[in-house]
């Protein structure tokens, strides 16, 4: 085994990893050998990358002499036989468009064992989880370029409490959020019992998203693929200018007592139409755009992912589709009018754009995307936001009972978060908010937001 010391000043402890020589996991029968193509929404410059995800468990009595990496990476094997696609290998052909070539070359996987415990992450842990980058293995090159490369990276470290980690690494083009849920499922129904077969089959049919052959003129700006107008004078974006080792991470929780504060700044009829991912993400982008000062003449933008199943609104995609189902609706403002306007300013522009999201919505953006060679979307003065609680990163049990954490592994991008489900130190269950900003904007932020809650129990961890 390879060793690896990490020292960890959140938990303040230096511990040690040893990882063993990676492996490659194959379906544990006979699998077709074909190609697939990925959907318009799949194979976007915006989810070619692999997104992060770990698990942290505690150790069970009743499951002593059984080796969780053994148990998981033989349900793996089988969960392939129905996920194959996993298993296969990116191509690209002309005009950027990827599909797999279902070769069963395998997914990595890789045993580790780390001298730490689970206590040690705290009991509620937040983002980042610390020495996060010890309980991943991934891919060298974590550029655009994700073809010719596993799809998948595992590694399962063992803690000397008899607790486990569950790390992965995920190609964000074959799966979405709801998707990576549904193949752990999957896997984990497998560890539980070898016997059975995924309770929830897959369903590939990436041709229901793909764009029109013929198509029309459409009705959306889609300013989630184009750039914000930029006097001359003013033609940078502090966040992404600014040096990592000056950006803070923090983490923010919002309970009932944090959502009843923020609703008393709405108007009565407002505060039961508004749902608490609206509130939360209006309070945030407000205080977030205060704290980053910018100039009052520029556009700022919140962009944020909707899930493209929900059936009211969007055409219908089978249960056990796992592929990306997904729009990115955007709410903008000018910085001058959003700072000085009262919250309800804000949580508008929020319901406007979710609202503009819908199958037409979907279908234009397609279209768009094939006909401007996929593009990368915007992130200049843009804040974006992916709600996670309802994804059930956190009810994944491979026979070990729930973890004490799931989800992201690794610190926010700077100009994004994750709505998850979390806990505050007195066990009260709400919403956690992670944010990274520079140090001065943190500053600024924590005194807006906590002007917003007028409330001495607004909870903040401090990450």
Not at 31 to 57: N, V
């Amino acid at each position: 085994m390879a060793s690896h010391k990490t020292h960890l000043p959140y938990i303040g402890k230096t511990f040690t990893i040893q990882r063993a020589k990676p492996l490659l996991v194959v379906p544990a029968e006979p699998t077709p050998y074909e190609f697939k193509s990925l959907s318009d929404i799949d194979d976007q410059d915006g989810l070619r990358f692999y997104a992060t995800g770990i698990h942290l468990y505690k150790g069970d009595p009743s499951k002593e002499g059984q080796d969780p990496a053994r148990v998981i990476r033989d349900a793996l094997a089988k969960a392939l036989v129905y996920y194959y696609p996993i298993a296969g290998r990116l191509r690209e052909e002309a005009g950027k468009k990827l599909m797999v070539e279902c070769n069963s070359e395998g997914v990595v996987f890789v045993e580790a064992e780390a001298d730490a415990r689970v206590e040690d992450f705290g009991e509620a842990p937040v983002l980042p989880i610390p020495g996060a980058e010890k309980l991943l293995y991934g891919p060298e090159d974590y550029g655009h370029d994700v073809t010719n490369k596993p799809l998948l990276y595992i590694q399962v470290t063992r803690f000397k409490c008899g607790g486990f980690s569950f790390g992965l690494q995920i190609c964000h083009v074959i799966a979405d959020a709801p998707g990576v849920v549904q193949f752990l499922a999957a896997v984990a129904e497998l560890a539980r019992d070898s016997t059975c077969s995924p309770s929830v089959k897959p369903a590939w049919d990436r041709h229901l998203l793909l764009a029109s052959s013929t198509p029309k003129k459409s009705q959306f700006s889609h300013l989630e693929y184009h750039e914000p107008d930029t006097p001359n004078d003013t033609a940078y974006d502090i966040m992404l200018t600014t040096p990592s080792e000056e950006m803070i991470n923090q983490s923010f929780f919002f309970g009932p007592k944090q959502l009843l504060a923020l609703r008393k700044h709405l108007p009565l009829q407002m505060r039961a139409k508004a749902t608490n991912f609206e509130v939360i993400t209006a309070a945030v982008w407000q205080s977030r755009a205060i704290a980053l000062d910018y100039s009052s003449n520029l556009e700022i933008r919140v962009l944020f992912v909707v899930n493209a199943r929900a059936k009211r609104r969007f055409r219908e995609i089978p249960e056990g589709y796992y592929g990306n189902a997904l729009v990115f609706p955007v709410a903008c403002a000018t910085s001058g009018k959003l700072k000085e306007a009262p919250l309800t300013y804000a949580l508008e522009l929020v319901r406007q754009a979710k609202e503009m999201a819908t199958d037409e919505f979907l279908q234009s953006a397609m279209d768009l995307l094939v006909a401007h060679d996929r593009p990368h979307f915007v992130d200049t003065r843009t804040y974006l936001v992916s709600d996670i609680t309802r994804a059930g990163l956190d009810a994944v049990d491979f026979g070990w009972g729930g973890g004490v954490y799931g989800g992201p592994a690794t610190a926010v991008p700077a100009a994004a978060s994750f709505f998850m489900k979390g806990r505050n130190e007195r066990g009260e269950e709400g919403v956690v908010v992670p944010l990274c900003l520079p140090e001065f904007a943190m500053k600024r932020f924590v005194v807006e937001i906590e002007g917003l809650m007028q409330d001495p129990d607004f909870d903040i961890y401090a990450c």
